[in-house]
């Protein structure tokens, strides 16, 4: 028997070495990574007896079909797949149950903290020389890359307000500290840093008390990513349970040409395809949380591979993307992709204004699904659709004080569909005033089914802004033509207090044609005489036909039906010609009406006592029978509402298939006078319209009771 063993020897080091060997590839591989392990080593074998102790060394010898099993500890490495899985077989990294597994780009500093001269508080930590070294990636098949990363030496492309910032990030007790660019803005702000001149080290002004800086848990981000392969175009890759922080991104600045800033996350796809990544939280970035497409033509870790095709048919389940510099997911060229049930908050907040800031900003995102997100207190747009968005639907989306606009559609031919979503109390800013839905250069968009409520400029602007050209629509049409701003289709939403007005679009031009608006449900918001929502029913609507940035000639341009109108007589007082019109071109409904054949159909309703509590999401309002009688047809295309409900076949317009109305709101012989016409009617479970908003546990979220409401109130965000 001794002639035999050693063969045996052999055939057991074959099969321990990976069980693809015997085909037995579907099953996989589990490595198991315990940093607090008492056996844990990179040099051991991966299994729950000796775990690696990083999740880099697992990354390494992981093939398709294995799972790489993480438990809790804070790894502070750039996760970098070496390979990607196959279909059927993906490689799977996953925090195990229960864990709380934090990877971070930054390391912990403790440096010889000097005291600034005459400056309480201000202190100068100089870097070592071995901090910013790049790992050996040899191994990776590349054998020419950086040999050290320092981001306190590179600067930030765009930076807020035109500052001199860098990629680096400061983390004190785990709160992010503000980079400044100057001394003056150093001293005045506690909780700020700077790079010195000679770039060898920070000065940090410690928000003190009885205690030297020494005593706090410094976190200096020394890492561009936190969880991103350095080849580019790797496939099958699912990403569970992680929470990633703390990389020195890069603001993408021109990232489409050959001179720019890649496309560029924390965490990054690299380019790659058919990725999952779900329950994970991606924050505090130093600029993008999470990029889904091809990065651009340039490498965005300088290894100079070409630009990845056939990037996307990724699913984004489940994640929380928040605090992040810029933006909370940016992508070019991710088709395909599915983004659901995601929550998108405080983005962008360092204050970029700069365009590629959104918490989804999107460049050809073509048959992708945007569905079930909440985007909230974002300091920039919601969703911003830019550049190719055909066969995509963006539906069932809570969209709520986020900046500049809620939902942002710009240069594309589509179509679109833009159902069943939430999009209220939407902030003006210097680049944009603050509408619901806004767009410029977009074609074949239908908005149905959507509330759009009490944003601060208009519910819904579309109109040609530039004189680009873009696709015609189509697969495989690559003929070029100026944008327009037609064949839009507003139906069947609830356009609601709005401040400005309820719908602007452009006047009937060979750019702006076959537009079309009908069977809303359409206000203004408080009363512009008493200033009040609560006693008094909103409103009269405002509407605008606008003139696509002064293509369109005042008054009407090539609106034959309307040109005749005020050509044959006057409009509230003013003629044409005499400049009234263009000083002052808002609408009434009846005018809106009569001059473009808009909203033939649509109704004003009686809506008392709005409110949508943006923390709770708990949105109530009382309304009359108009949903009923505006008798909305139904749109094939939408078979659900947006709790999942069927669409009836005599649907309401709006998101909400289960109103509560009251008839009664018509009837003004019944009512009681005080503060408004309307005062006396309370509020109570039979009108009172209650819904929590996100997350949409169930197909039919309506509270009809306080004690749910309370219950549900309990377990929201």
């Keep these: 028997m001794r002639c035999f063993k050693p063969y045996i020897s052999?055939?057991?080091?074959?099969?321990?070495?990976?069980?693809?060997?015997?085909?037995?590839?579907?099953?996989?591989?589990?490595?198991?990574?315990?940093?607090?392990?008492?056996?844990?080593?990179?040099?051991?074998?991966?299994?729950?007896?000796?775990?690696?102790?990083?999740?880099?060394?697992?990354?390494?010898?992981?093939?398709?079909?294995?799972?790489?099993?993480?438990y809790s500890g804070v790894y502070r490495e750039r996760v970098a797949p070496a390979r990607g899985g196959a279909e059927g077989r993906p490689i799977v990294y996953q925090a195990a149950k229960g864990e709380t597994v934090y990877i971070k780009g930054s390391d912990l500093w403790q440096p010889d903290w000097q005291p600034v001269k005459d400056e309480e508080k201000i202190y100068f930590g100089a870097f070592k020389a071995d901090m910013f070294q790049t790992e050996d990636l040899v191994t990776q098949g590349f054998k020419n890359f950086p040999s050290t990363f320092n981001p306190y030496t590179v600067k930030l492309r765009s930076a807020p307000g035109g500052q001199m910032l860098t990629l680096g990030q400061l983390?004190?007790?785990?709160?992010?500290?503000?980079?400044?660019?100057?001394?003056?803005?150093?001293?005045?702000?506690?909780?700020?840093?700077?790079?010195?001149?000679?770039?060898?080290?920070?000065?940090?002004?410690?928000?003190?008390?009885?205690?030297?800086?020494?005593?706090?848990?410094?976190?200096?981000?020394v890492r561009p990513r936190v969880f991103a392969p350095y080849k580019r175009g790797l496939g099958y890759i699912h990403v569970r349970g992680f929470i990633m922080e703390h990389g020195a991104t890069d603001f993408p600045a021109n990232f489409w040409t050959t001179s720019g800033a890649p496309q560029a996350g924390i965490l990054g796809c690299r380019g790659g395809h058919h990725w999952v990544i779900e329950d994970n939280t991606v924050r505090l970035a130093k600029t993008v949380?999470?990029?889904?497409?091809?990065?651009?033509?340039?490498?965005?870790?300088?290894?100079?591979?070409?630009?990845?095709?056939?990037?996307?048919?990724?699913?984004?389940?489940?994640?929380k993307i928040m605090d992040n510099g810029s933006a909370g997911i940016i992508g070019i060229r991710s088709y395909r992709t599915r983004i659901i049930n995601n929550q998108f908050e405080r983005n962008n907040r360092l204050g970029f204004s700069a365009p590629e800031i959104g918490a989804i900003k999107l460049h050809f995102f073509t048959e992708g699904l945007i569905e079930g997100n909440l985007l909230r207190h974002n300091?920039?747009?919601?969703?911003?659709?830019?550049?190719?968005?055909?066969?995509?639907?963006?539906?069932?989306?809570?969209?709520?004080?986020?900046?500049?606009?809620?939902?942002?559609?710009?240069?594309?031919?589509?179509?679109?569909?833009?159902?069943?979503?939430?999009?209220?109390?939407?902030?003006?800013?210097?680049?944009?005033?603050?509408?619901?839905v806004y767009s410029h250069d977009a074609s074949g968009v239908t908005?149905?089914?959507?509330?759009?409520?009490?944003?601060?400029?208009?519910?819904?602007?579309?109109?040609?802004?530039?004189?680009?050209?873009?696709?015609?629509?189509?697969?495989?049409?690559?003929?070029?033509?100026?944008?327009?701003?037609?064949?839009?289709?507003?139906?069947?939403?609830?356009?609601?207090?709005?401040?400005?007005?309820?719908?602007?679009?452009?006047?009937?031009?060979?750019?702006?044609?076959?537009?079309?608006?009908?069977?809303?449900?359409?206000?203004?918001?408080?009363?512009?005489?008493?200033?009040?929502?609560?006693?008094?029913?909103?409103?009269?609507?405002?509407?605008?036909?606008?003139?696509?940035?002064?293509?369109?000639?005042?008054?009407?341009?090539?609106?034959?039906?309307?040109?005749?109108?005020?050509?044959?007589?006057?409009?509230?007082?003013?003629?044409?010609?005499?400049?009234?019109?263009?000083?002052?071109?808002?609408?009434?409904?009846?005018e809106w009406q009569q001059f473009t054949g808009h909203d033939r159909h649509s109704l004003v309703p009686k809506v008392l006592r709005p409110l949508l509590r943006e923390e709770t999401l708990l949105l109530n309002f009382i309304i009359d029978d108009s949903p009923q009688k505006i008798k909305a047809p139904k749109i094939k295309e939408i078979d659900r509402d947006f709790y999942g409900n069927p669409m009836p076949d005599k649907p309401l317009p709006g998101p909400f298939q289960q109103l509560k109305m009251n008839g009664e709101l018509k009837d003004r012989s019944k009512v009681l006078e005080f503060r408004g016409p309307y005062n006396h009617i309370k509020s109570t479970k039979e009108n009172l319209n209650s819904f929590i908003l996100w997350p949409i546990a169930k197909k039919n979220n309506t509270m009809n009771s306080r004690k749910q409401r309370s219950k549900v109130l309990e377990q929201s965000p």
């Design 10 to 70: 052999i055939v057991i080091c074959l099969f321990t070495l990976h069980p693809c060997v015997f085909g037995q590839g579907n099953a996989g591989r589990t490595y198991i990574v315990d940093q607090k392990h008492s056996r844990a080593s990179d040099h051991g074998h991966g299994t729950a007896s000796e775990p690696f102790a990083t999740i880099s060394q697992a990354a390494m010898l992981a093939r398709p079909g294995d799972t790489i099993l993480v």
């Design 171 to 221: 983390f004190v007790n785990g709160q992010p500290f503000l980079e400044v660019d100057n001394r003056e803005s150093l001293r005045k702000i506690p909780g700020s840093w700077m790079v010195n001149e000679a770039k060898t080290g920070l000065y940090v002004h410690f928000q003190l008390h009885s205690t030297g800086p020494e005593n706090f848990q410094v976190e200096l981000t």
């Design 289 to 319: 949380g999470m990029d889904i497409g091809s990065e651009g033509p340039i490498d965005a870790d300088s290894l100079q591979q070409s630009q990845p095709e056939n990037t996307g048919d990724h699913l984004i389940r489940n994640n």
């Design 379 to 436: 300091y920039c747009y919601g969703i911003w659709l830019d550049n190719v968005w055909h066969h995509s639907r963006v539906t069932r989306n809570v969209l709520v004080s986020n900046q500049g606009a809620g939902i942002f559609i710009e240069l594309g031919n589509g179509p679109l569909l833009v159902d069943n979503n939430i999009v209220a109390l939407t902030h003006n800013t210097l680049g944009l005033a603050g509408d619901g």
């Design 447 to 590: 908005l149905a089914h959507n509330l759009i409520f009490f944003n601060a400029n208009f519910g819904v602007w579309a109109h040609v802004a530039t004189d680009r050209k873009v696709r015609g629509r189509g697969e495989g049409n690559k003929k070029r033509s100026l944008t327009q701003a037609s064949d839009w289709k507003i139906v069947n939403n609830m356009i609601i207090g709005n401040h400005l007005g309820a719908i602007g679009l452009p006047a009937i031009s060979e750019r702006s044609k076959n537009n079309f608006s009908d069977y809303n449900l359409i206000t203004a918001g408080y009363n512009r005489v008493t200033s009040e929502t609560y006693a008094l029913e909103l409103d009269h609507p405002l509407f605008l036909m606008n003139t696509n940035k002064g293509r369109v000639a005042w008054p009407l341009g090539a609106d034959k039906r309307a040109q005749k109108i005020v050509d044959d007589g006057s409009v509230d007082g003013q003629k044409s010609g005499d400049g009234g019109w263009a000083a002052s071109p808002l609408l009434q409904v009846e």
